[in-house]
């Protein structure tokens, strides 16, 4: 069974950083990236960024473009998001997972982690 687990959620004031990590137990054969959502209270989830598992030419949503950067380590099955210069409004509970898509569409999940919080104070 494929597990996704990320981490590396905290609280943290306006313009701090965090280092989110996704943990796959394994990457199935149907995927080609790994993308991270985040979804605040009260609104739609939404795809911020996104790792092709073969390439190097990652997707980042307009909000978080120049402030957020993802990699991977495939020998670990760990994809990272780093969160610099944080806003009062990238709080949300970050999700990461497996997916079929190309750079910022996506048509199948395959998986998702159970989410990590975070919160930007002002």
């Known amino acids: 069974q494929v597990q996704l687990v990320e981490s590396g959620g905290g609280s943290v004031q306006a313009g701090g950083s965090l280092r989110l990590a996704c943990v796959a137990t394994r990457y199935p054969a149907n995927v080609n990236c790994v993308a991270w959502f985040r979804q605040a209270p009260g609104k739609e989830r939404e795809g911020i960024a996104s790792?092709?598992?073969?390439?190097?030419?990652?997707f980042y949503a307009d909000q978080v473009k120049g402030r957020f950067t993802i990699s991977r380590d495939n020998a670990k099955n760990t994809v990272y998001l780093q969160l610099n210069s944080l806003k009062p409004e990238d709080t949300a509970m970050y999700y990461c997972?497996?997916?079929?898509?190309?750079?910022?569409?996506?048509?199948?999940?395959?998986?998702w982690g159970q989410g990590t919080q975070v919160t930007v104070s002002s």
């Open positions: 997972t497996e997916a079929m898509g190309l750079g910022g569409n996506w048509w199948t999940f395959w998986s």
């Open positions: 790792m092709p598992l073969t390439a190097h030419s990652p």
